[in-house]
């Protein structure tokens, strides 16, 4: 059984930053590619950032420059470090995490930005 736990989202004014965490246990042998999306209410869920087992990351246009991916293999964690948020960045995030049984998901946490 694999988990996936988020922390970090929560209310903020425009402007302001939150760092996401996802953590993953369970029997996870081996974490190819790790991400984030986020799914805003009437939207499609959407890709923002990954990165893969080596460090090397790729971002969506509409955060790039603002959300910094990093992860901890250690620890079999991902981050997401979201700066200059704007009230358009109001979703849901989801963490992603690639293995050799398959793809997870976390259960998501609810980020939101007022004006």
């Known amino acids: 059984q694999v988990q996936l736990v988020e922390s970090g989202g929560g209310l903020v004014q425009a402007g302001g930053s939150l760092r996401l965490s996802c953590a993953a246990s369970?029997?996870?042998?081996?974490?190819?590619?790790m991400g984030w999306y986020r799914q805003a209410p009437g939207k499609q869920r959407e890709l923002l950032a990954r990165?893969?087992?080596?460090?090397?990351?790729n971002y969506a246009d509409s955060v790039k420059g603002r959300f910094t991916i990093s992860r901890d293999n250690a620890k079999k964690t991902v981050f997401l470090l979201m700066n200059s948020l704007k009230p358009e960045d109001t979703a849901v995030y989801y963490c992603?995490?690639?293995?050799?049984?398959?793809?997870?998901w976390g259960q998501g946490t609810q980020v939101t930005v007022s004006s």
């Open positions: 990165i893969s087992s080596g460090g090397t990351t």
């Open positions: 369970g029997s996870i042998f081996i974490i190819s590619d």
């Open positions: 992603n995490v690639g293995t050799v049984t398959g793809d997870y």
